[in-house]
Each structure stands twice: as C-alpha cells, then as structure tokens.
C-alpha cells in the first residue's frame, strides 16, 4: 500500500509581509494605549480634585441653609 507523502509547510513571503505590518499595527496601538491611559490618569486627578470642590461647597451651602432655617424660626 502507497503512503502519501507530506507536503512541508512553509511560510510564504506575503505572509511574512503581513506579519511585519501586523507587527507594526500592534507597536502602534501599545503606544497608543500607553499615552491615552497616561492622559486618563491626568483627567482622574483634575476630576476627583473639582468633585471635591463642588462637594465641600455644597456641603457649605447645606450648612448655611440648615443655620438660616434654625434662624428664621425663631
């Protein structure tokens, strides 16, 4: 009985083009992610810094119209 013989594989060079622009694509999106999580992070500081301002005011403004309401009572 005749075996068959197995074909070798070998990669073509379109393949290896493609690869390489593959390769390049992902270099690209690393850099990409790095900076947007860089600039995420900047606006993370600036947020939680002005949400701490806006609550300390409010909670100013609560105060403030907790001690006019106990004034005006009486």
Do not use: C, H, N, Y
């Not at 013989?5 to 390769?23: E, K, T, Y």
């Not at 500081?45 to 005006?72: C, G, M, N, S």
């Amino acid at each position: 009985m005749a075996t068959v013989r197995r074909a070798i594989v070998r990669p073509s060079a379109v393949s290896a083009a493609v690869d390489l622009g593959r390769q390049r694509r992902v270099q690209r999106l690393r850099g990409r992610l790095e900076q947007e999580r860089t600039a995420l992070a900047r606006w993370q500081k600036r947020f939680k810094r002005a949400l701490k301002a806006v609550l300390k005011r409010q909670d100013a403004l609560v105060r403030i119209e907790k001690q006019l309401a106990k004034l005006e009572e009486r």
